[in-house]
């Protein structure tokens, strides 16, 4: 069916075979000149098949192929990172164990509190780790330890929508004590101990959900904090400070109106304060957010009650922010825990452990999860590491590839995260 | 996101931004915390969930899914720009968008991973898994309103359930998809990247497919893209979290 074509003159341009001549953006302001209608892009060889008409039917084609042919056939090249990437972390204070959620692999992996691996070894071993089809665990990105039980709650952020809990010595491919089916695009966690409530915050509709501590299966949210004047935008992090009653929430700064389309827009990156029982469409009591902030794509949050403080891991950064409970506005930081010494890289996940006196970090950039002291600022090194990777080792951050391009200029492969 | 577009022509490449109603356009050489050299975005646009997209590079234009519709911009659009045109579903026994999404500027169709929608329609058959992103409806790439596809792909033999990013070999009219099932399931059976013709209806097998299965490597497709240059098809699994290229001259 195929046949060579010589020096036809093509009225389009295949992606991979064109000449073009480049405008400059000027002429691409001009909207005018995009109406559909062809072009002269390329004027070349081509070798092509035949042109059928839009409702043409299989017969006019004939059998092009052997139809319903399986092919045995193993990949030429795979880029995948085959070491955990840790996205969250909690510490078991009562246990003396770090736990910490892995991304990239779909793991949950425990580790003494104290573990530190050495330069010269590739990683550390966790004491337990949690991983399998049955453990309902993928794309888990946001983990809480309940703080006299030891449980373990896993939130997934995609595909399997779901909260999973497990109790504290599960290990291997188990199935979770319970599950609560949570919406699409759910990312930070919180607990109100006080008052037996899950906090979750839910990327995709701008909202944070309350639930019982305890709700399982389909059970609804007993509060859902939602609406055009609640200005969340790309919510991830939650931190709650029950002494004052207030509830922190990170955002990326993707808003939309709810049910609006058209509506989008980019808003600066913020912490948003709320009142802790807010409900409905409450507006936020204060907004932390401005150049001055560093914020840029803050993620999870870990507000210290008993010093008043709000720790952000600062993904887009690569820094540790530390905001006093009481700001307001365009503010900078108490401090701020940034520089190569630090050895943060993407941190995601973070946890201040009180009676310890020490600030853990979850870093996807590179594999590790660092520990300073709480006061920790500048660039600062971490008392300990624990590692999952060789030292040095950069993490891919291949994460939820939901679609991949190639650019056959540059000859390389393009994929979102 | 669930789509990243190179344009060659103009050494660009795009993605949506569903969180922000947006569409954005960088530079080819894009690199670290660069800004997009456009943005599609606000009221005229109508944008609702921009989660996919495609680009064709001959007509210069942008295509869009939402939901029951495909909403068609300049492909230089930048701002507040209205959609040159939108396809819609009819109110009954239509179509519903899945996010997959190619454009064919040779033989002037495109093509949508959807689900269909009415009994009439769905003629006796429902996927085991649901119907949801069951199907492939090509369409005259210059619909505009309601319109019903001129062909669907649907049925047993497809094994297509949950069909996601698909491309347009244009030189064959191949369409080549990814198929992962049942993304509610961390490795479900019955995955695998395919080919079909872009003049193939009704209840067909794909020509060629590749399974999911250990002795590939794969397990959950979900992005797909081609390199003419080499005779590859590249494949992003999000259950492995990796990109895997596979040799597969038969269409190129």
């Known amino acids: ?417 | 996101m669930h789509a990243i577009r190179y344009n060659a022509v103009r050494d660009e490449f795009y993605v949506g931004n569903p969180f922000a109603q947006a569409v954005l356009t960088f530079r080819g050489a894009a690199n670290g915390e660069e800004a997009p050299i456009r943005i599609i975005q606000g009221r005229k646009t109508t944008l609702d969930t921009p989660d996919t997209l495609e680009v064709d590079p001959v007509h210069e234009e942008l295509f869009v899914p939402e939901d029951d519709r495909v909403v068609v911009f300049p492909v230089g659009a930048n701002g507040d720009t209205a959609p040159l045109r939108v396809f819609r579903s009819p109110a009954k026994d239509g179509w519903k968008a899945a996010g997959g999404i190619a454009v064919d500027p040779i033989h002037n169709v495109v093509v949508l991973a959807g689900t269909v929608l009415g009994e009439k329609n769905k003629a006796g058959y429902s996927s085991p898994y649901g119907d949801n992103r069951e199907a492939l409806l090509i369409f005259d790439r210059t619909a505009s309103g309601e319109v019903q596809p001129i062909r669907v792909i649907r049925g047993s033999r497809t094994g297509m359930h949950a069909v996601r990013q698909i491309e347009i070999q244009p030189k064959g009219g191949w369409i080549v998809i990814s198929q992962m099932t049942a993304g509610e399931l961390p490795e479900p059976e019955g995955t695998y990247i395919g080919v079909y013709s872009i003049n193939d209806s009704g209840n067909v097998p794909p020509r060629w497919k590749i399974d999911g299965k250990p002795s590939t490597g794969m397990k959950k497709p979900h992005g797909i893209a081609l390199d003419p240059n080499h005779k590859e098809v590249v494949v992003a699994d999000m259950r492995l979290n990796a990109i895997l290229t596979f040799y597969f001259p038969e269409i190129f």
């Open chain 1, 1 to 417: 069916m195929r046949r060579t074509v010589g020096a036809v003159f093509l009225l389009f341009a295949v992606a991979f075979s064109v000449v073009y001549s480049g405008r400059g953006l000027a002429a691409e302001s001009s909207q005018s000149r995009a109406t559909g209608g062809p072009r002269l892009v390329s004027v070349e060889p081509l070798e092509m098949c035949e042109a059928f008409p839009v409702a043409a039917q299989a017969p006019l084609r004939g059998e092009l192929a052997q139809a319903g042919k399986t092919l045995e056939r193993a990949p030429l090249r795979t880029i995948r990172d085959s070491f955990p990437t840790y996205s969250a972390v909690a510490v078991d204070v009562a246990n003396n164990e770090i736990v910490l959620q892995d991304e990239n692999l779909f793991q949950i992996m425990v580790y003494d509190r104290m573990a530190n691996t050495p330069p010269t070894a590739s990683l550390t071993e966790p004491k337990r780790v949690i991983s399998g089809h049955e453990t309902k665990v993928e794309f888990n990105c946001g983990l809480y330890i309940d703080p006299k039980t030891g449980d373990i709650y896993s939130v997934n952020n995609d595909t399997l929508d779901t909260l999973s809990v497990f109790s504290r010595n599960a290990k291997g491919n188990v199935h979770p004590d319970r599950t609560l089916h949570t919406p699409h695009g759910t990312y930070g966690i919180a607990v109100n101990e006080e008052t037996q409530e899950l906090f979750l915050t839910i990327q995709h509709e701008n909202e944070v959900v309350v639930h019982r501590k305890t709700a399982q299966g389909e059970e609804k949210p007993v509060r859902v904090l939602q609406g055009n004047h609640v200005g969340l935008a790309d919510p991830h992090g939650i931190g709650l400070d029950t002494k004052n009653q207030l509830m922190f929430v990170a955002n990326y700064g993707n808003a939309h109106d709810k049910n609006a389309p058209g509506s989008g827009r980019f808003v600066p990156p913020s912490i948003n304060v709320y009142p802790l029982k807010a409900n409905g469409d409450t507006p936020p009591l204060r907004v932390i957010s401005g150049p001055h902030t560093q914020l840029n794509w803050p993620a999870h949050v870990y507000v210290d009650q008993q010093h008043g403080e709000v720790f952000v891991a600062n993904d887009g950064e690569s820094s540790i922010l530390v905001f006093r409970v009481t700001d307001n506005g365009d503010v900078a930081p108490t401090r701020v825990l940034k520089g190569a010494e630090t050895q943060i890289k993407n941190p995601t996940g973070i946890f201040v452990d009180m009676v310890h006196d020490e600030l853990v970090v979850a870093n996807m950039g590179n594999h590790s999860a660092t520990v300073y002291p709480r006061a920790a600022a500048g660039d600062t090194p971490p008392m300990r590491t624990i590692r999952s990777g060789p030292l040095g080792k950069a993490a891919l951050q291949i994460g939820n590839p939901g679609s991949v391009a190639y650019d056959t200029k540059r000859d390389a492969i393009i994929t979102p995260n």
